[in-house]
């Protein structure tokens, strides 16, 4: 069962932030007895991107929960899926941190908000859905290399005597490059400090704005 103080810390942190940058810019017309102006739609700058040149991501374990045959779909969660939304998005590269990878293929999986993955035999799903993928999903990079998927905060589980800090798993791969497989970790987990596992590398950026969690990570495949 889930253990997760985490989704609590991301969302304090992150809305006493947005808070106060917000009283400082709104204030001023509202004191001046203006009605502040609405904001003019702009086209979104692309999201500056997490590249060391000549540096790899690094791999990690795939742990025993993986199952091939994912769908293609950015939309990972059914209806019927426990956890908080969050929206992971980033970018495929090859080593010289220039190169998109287009079209290269995330297969992702995770546990639910309750730290449970759909085979470790603690869901107790109907019959009519036994097999079902539940957090499970290919994604393919567009043009630029750039991906998106919708999940939800995965919960903690105990690995033997201790939480694992939680994480999503991912395995990648593109033309002419060697796969690599390995898992996204979040800031301020309690649990991150005491795992064997975590590479702190790995650790993707996270925000909640407009109240939505979003995380960021851009993944450096090497040439086969």
């Known amino acids: 069962m889930s253990h997760d103080p985490l989704s609590r810390r991301l969302f304090l942190s992150s809305s006493l932030s947005a808070l106060s940058s917000l009283s400082v810019v709104s204030a001023a017309p509202l004191l001046l007895g203006c009605t502040p102006p609405s904001p003019s739609p702009a086209a979104a700058a692309p999201a500056p991107r997490r590249c060391v040149r000549g540096v790899g ?24 899926v426990v ?38 035999g603690t869901l107790r799903l109907p019959a009519s859905e ?42 990648v791969s593109a033309p002419g490059h060697a796969p690599l497989t390995t898992q996204l970790y979040f800031p301020d987990d309690p649990y991150n400090a005491a795992d064997p596992f975590i590479d702190r590398s790995l650790i993707m950026d996270v925000a909640r704005t407009a109240g939505a969690l979003t995380a960021r990570y851009d993944f450096v495949l090497r040439p086969a």
């Open 83 to 120: 956890g908080a939304r969050l929206r992971v998005s980033g970018a495929v590269l090859s080593l010289d941190c220039k190169t998109p990878l287009a079209g290269a293929v995330l297969d992702v999986w995770q546990a639910n908000g309750n730290g449970q993955y759909d085979n470790d």
């Open 57 to 80: 991501t690094a791999a990690n374990i795939e742990g025993p929960y993986y199952r091939a045959g994912a769908p293609f779909r950015a939309d990972l969660v059914d209806a019927d």
């Open 130 to 171: 036994r097999g079902a993928m539940r957090l499970r999903g290919k994604v393919r990079a567009d043009a630029r290399g750039d991906f998106s998927f919708a999940t939800v905060l995965p919960g903690h589980y105990l690995n033997g005597r201790v939480y694992r800090p939680a994480h999503i798993h991912v395995k």
